[in-house]
């Protein structure tokens, strides 16, 4: 305790006794350890007010980087949104195409298929076809 020796603690005993007296250690040491107490609880106290005041130190710079975050979103959203912007980009993007390798004729249409009918032959002319030219003239 504080860097005192057991040898040095009876030492001190020793002088306080001598000192006060019997009558009065017992009253004094009470005083003695209630000066101790509340030392303890108003540096205990300091401690929690530091660390809130940390806490809230910590919290209140991620709100900061938070409103950081949503004013970038928003600029963007608002670069995103001006339609004069946007139109100008346009603008410049056609100017940079080079559109005079485009055709710009319409190809022909295609021409219609011709349909051809196929109508089965008669047995008469399937035979006639059949014969021999000799036989039929």
Sequence with gaps: MFGLGL?????IAIIAVLFLGPEKLPSTMVEIAKFFRSVKSTVNSARATIEEEMKFSEMKEEA????KELTNASAELERMTNVTEIGSEISGIKSELDFSSISTSVPAAPKEPEIVTFTPKTKEIQAAETK??????
């Design 132 to 137: 021999p030219i000799e036989e039929s003239v």
């Design 64 to 67: 900061l980087n938070y409103k």
């Design 7 to 11: 040898g040095e603690i009876f030492l």
